[in-house]
């Protein structure tokens, strides 16, 4: 192991507390719309089951 580096660890230890605040802290607005398809009623997916089922 090397020698204790007193300088060193203070230096790393002060980079490490230290806050970047150099980004945009406001939060992007996104418009649009979502929308989405619930898919077929649990009736047709059971018969396109039985469909399958029998191919």
Do not use: C, I, N
Request: aromatic residues 10%; hydrophobic residues 30%.
């Amino acid at each position: 192991m090397g020698a204790y580096d007193e300088d060193e660890h203070e230096r790393r230890e002060k980079m490490a507390s230290a806050v970047d605040a150099d980004f945009d802290a406001e939060r992007p607005e996104y418009t649009g719309s979502l929308t989405y398809d619930s898919g077929d009623s649990a009736e047709a997916l059971l018969d396109k089951f039985q469909e399958l089922q029998t191919e």
